[in-house]
């Protein structure tokens, strides 16, 4: 009778599973945990989040609306996606956030099948790590914005296209995913979902004939997503090429970053990838040193090469611009660092990168113990439960592993992933408790007191967030522009108006009251009341 030992498992599949179960443990605190810890920020955040609301009430999915006025210029996809959630867990701030998180999450293992499949398992799991917890992904994954689910088709765009593009069977079925990932990033944003990939993989490829299937892929997902652009109609869509894509590109306009220097991605991708731009010294010195570098790493670095070109070259720069950069970032830092952990590091590369592990775990332990010292108040109304008991899961995990002595590397690999997943949830749970000056719920609410009497007519210039939070019903809130506040106001109508907006002399007239004052950041709003009105409709 043969003898049975019970053996740690150590097959490919397993650290496959392995590395994904990590990953979605990392993601769950760093992009899901506390996500109903904020307000709604910032104009486009709040509008996209009204106009899923009212997508949901009007059922009109074809023309998303603002304060019952058709106001989109880009197509609905991204809406759909936030309604859709609306409708299935009802809205919430939170609700309208989570296809964010959710297409994040995906973008995370895209990252890491890619780089498995390029480097082995360990460089994709570094790779998905390194993203999971750079800022900026991390901070829009946890928005109401389109940016992730966008970076999620471009990801798995390459990917698919990757091995649609390779010699291995199942081609076929990756390109029909590679077609059909290309068509919704055009159907979310235009050209950029679909040219960006196809130029990636044209340059960062080297299969004979990959031009030739990349033009097949481009027309079949043309194919998909011309019934919507049809749909919505030649107007919008002639627009929205003409000004989202050739006008935005080639016309500086200061609303949309046109004032930004030739150089602005520079610092600010060096900002923006913390903490791991510390690590970036090292993957430059891994780029020199290393035998036929270009050719191991080709599509990484064309991915960011191509990619930070053509963000430079365009005449305006906003920062969410960069997040398609990050996936190949994430995977250059994920390649050396398997490189390190391998024993195939030269000595140069060996000293740059223990000198960044160093700098980056001093900044990671000065930051955890910082904000708990800078702010111990707010520790204690911070819902910690399911952060905690992720991170006491995966402090579990790394002790069962590291009783295992062929998981040594790994296991340290892995501890110093549990301590920099625990100084992102105490980022995240405290970050949003720190930015209440930054909420319009507060201002809404004083608003919304003094609304309840008489229809609210909005001017344009009111901050979305205090249309999104003033929640009253359509058939009492109109949208207003500056020239008709008068009439407004004869007609029985309260007016919610910014003071910079106000037309002259409109104070001084003594049958006008200021009913509310409300300060929202640096912005101060008024409602105005006729006091003698005279109700003509």
Known sequence: MRERRCRFPDSGAARYVIWVTL??????????????????WGADESRNAERAREMIASRQWMTPTYLRQPDFDKPP????????????????????????AVFG?????????LGASLYGPRAG??????????????????????????????????????????????WIRSAVVAALLLAAGAMMKGLVGLVLPLLVLGLGESTAGRWRRLTGLAGAAMLVAAPLYIQLGSRFT????????????????????????????????????????ILLPAVGVA????????????????????????????????????????????????????????????????????????????????TALVLPLAWPTRLGTLDWGPGLLLLAGLGVWVTVRARHQDHRVETAVMAAMLILGATQVLVWQILPAMNLSRSARHAAASVRMEAVAAPLAVVEDVDPAMVYYLDLPKSKTARLPVARIRAALRAGWRVLVGTTELPPDILSHTNIA????????????????????????
């Not at 990953?23 to 709604?40: E, K, P, S, W």
């Not at 020199?288 to 064309?302: E, G, H, M, S």
Request: glycine share 8%.
């Open 238 to 277: 002639g627009r929205f090429l003409a000004v989202d894509h050739l006008r935005r590109f080639l016309i500086p306009d200061a609303a949309l970053g046109g004032n930004h220097p030739w150089y602005f991605y520079g610092p600010t991708l060096l900002s923006d990838f913390l903490p791991w731009t």
């Open 125 to 170: 799991g570094m790779a998905g790590f390194i993203l999971a917890t750079a800022f900026l992904f991390v901070y829009d994954a946890r928005m109401a914005f389109i940016d992730l689910p966008l970076l999620a088709c471009i990801t798995g765009s390459i990917f698919a296209g990757h091995r649609a593009l390779g010699p291995k069977k199942g």
């Open 77 to 100: 996809v991204h809406y759909w996606l936030m309604a859709a959630a609306g409708q299935l867990l009802g809205p919430s701030d939170a609700v309208f956030c989570l296809p964010s």
């Open 287 to 366: 780029l020199a040193c290393t035998p036929d570098a270009f050719r191991r790493w080709r599509l990484p670095l064309v991915w960011f090469g191509a990619t930070f070109l053509l963000l430079s070259l365009g005449a305006n720069k906003r920062e969410p611009y960069l997040l398609p950069l990050f996936p190949a970032l994430a995977l250059l830092c994920g390649a050396v660092a398997d490189e390190v952990l391998a024993g195939r590091a030269r000595r140069l590369l060996l000293v740059w990168w223990r000198l960044g592990l160093v700098v980056l775990g001093g900044s990671l332990a000065i």
């Open 105 to 113: 999450l995906a973008t995370v293992l895209m990252t890491f099948a």
């Open 23 to 40: 990953l979605i443990v990392v993601c769950a605190l760093t992009l899901f945990a506390n996500l109903q810890g904020r307000d709604l």
């Open 514 to 537: 200021v009913r509310a004052r409300v300060r929202l950041e640096q912005s101060e709003y008024l409602v105005l009341e006729q006091l003698d009105r005279r109700s003509s409709s």
